[in-house]
């Protein structure tokens, strides 16, 4: 039985700013800081390859020193509007109705919700009573990328089934006003929020690329290198500096064998859709595939367009793809990376 992606939806918040109007805020943040590392993080947001980020709150609100509680209750309430937007308008790009859905799966790892999102656009939405839900809350910027893996899953053992891939992130509602770690200022510079959501289905009359194959792979003794700490101001961020290259070395392990085992090689791959986790990140990426000739222009114009949105990102460049009606027969190979340390990949046919 397939699996196909039926749609394809994304939903960005209502505050934005180009990354050079987010400056004076950085002027006043880092006010009293020595004057070479203000110069340092002014260049790092300057050059890191983002020239616009979309956020739950205003810049004014980000830089106030307010509490974990107020930061998580806007995080609540506005994720919730940006989930029930973007699963709208998926539903519409498939033409369906909200109880047409079998199964919901929510994504989000930047504040902290019980119930969940996907209890939220129940209620809301008045999808079914019987509908199977499933959040996925601690898998950082690759979720996009499982949340899909288990909702194929579940439609692989249910024909005529279709089930919706929520996922909705703020890494600014996590940003931390005290904290001058080059951690706290390298996320502020590459992320933004967003939202996106994904229709997949197992119904044979249902169009869209179908999912050959998934895979995860799981890096031992690497559970320190991405993720949260979870601290009395929020979610502080953990970023290795180490990551881009333990990326690179990981590669062919990664990406050859899961090929292999579908019987083709990267040159049988038609599209590359990539998380752009962050400017180093895509510039090891390109590394490593441009001399076989593929690009990963996509990745690096969404994290250009609205930064890094953990989880929702990837999403955002798979719509770029289902939105140009590829020819048939065409191959894409879906990658994100997240805390673990781990990737997540698919193989899809159009």
């Given at each position: ?99 047409d859905i079998d199964y ?99 119904y044979e009359e249902d ?60 040159k049988d791959v038609d ?80």
């Amino acid at each position: 039985m397939k699996v196909k992606i039926t749609s394809v939806a994304k939903q960005l918040p209502k505050h934005t700013r180009e990354t050079k109007d987010i400056i004076p805020y950085l002027n006043v943040w880092l006010s009293g800081q020595e004057e070479r590392f203000q110069r340092k993080v002014i260049k790092l947001f300057e050059n890191a390859g983002v020239d616009r980020r979309y956020s739950i709150m205003d810049a004014e609100e980000v830089f106030l020193n307010s509490s974990f509680e107020e930061k998580n209750d806007i995080y609540t309430r506005e994720v919730i509007e940006l989930g029930e937007q973007a699963l709208l308008k998926s539903l519409e790009k498939a033409k369906l109705q909200p109880t047409d859905i079998d199964y919901i799966i929510t994504v989000s790892c930047t504040g902290i919700m019980i119930p969940s999102l996907d209890a939220y656009l129940i209620n809301r939405l008045k999808m079914r009573q019987d509908i199977v839900r499933l959040p996925v809350t601690e898998m950082g910027c690759a979720a996009g990328v499982s949340g899909i893996i288990y909702a194929k899953n579940f439609l692989k053992a249910n024909p005529n089934k279709r089930a919706a891939v929520i996922a909705v992130e703020s890494p600014t509602a996590t940003f931390q006003l005290d904290d001058y770690s080059m951690a706290n200022i390298v996320s502020a510079a590459i992320f933004g929020d967003g939202a996106a959501s994904v229709i997949l289905s197992s119904y044979e009359e249902d169009e869209g690329p179908e999912i050959l194959d998934e895979a995860m792979y799981h890096f031992y003794d690497a559970e320190d290198m991405m993720g949260f700490k979870l601290v009395n101001t929020g979610l502080q961020m953990i970023l290795d500096k180490a990551v881009p290259e333990t990326i690179s070395n990981h590669f062919p392990q990664i990406v050859h064998p899961f090929l292999e085992r579908n019987q083709i090689t990267i040159k049988d791959v038609d599209h590359l859709i990539f998380h752009p986790g962050g400017k180093k990140i895509v510039q090891t990426v390109e590394e490593l595939f441009g001399s076989l000739g593929k690009n990963i222009d996509d990745t690096k114009e969404v994290l250009k367009l609205y930064g890094n949105m953990s989880s929702a990102t990837v999403l955002y460049v798979l719509e770029r793809f289902m939105d140009r009606n590829l020819p048939e027969g065409d191959i894409g190979l879906m990658l994100s990376f997240g805390p673990g340390f781990s990737a997540q990949q698919i193989l899809l046919k159009w």
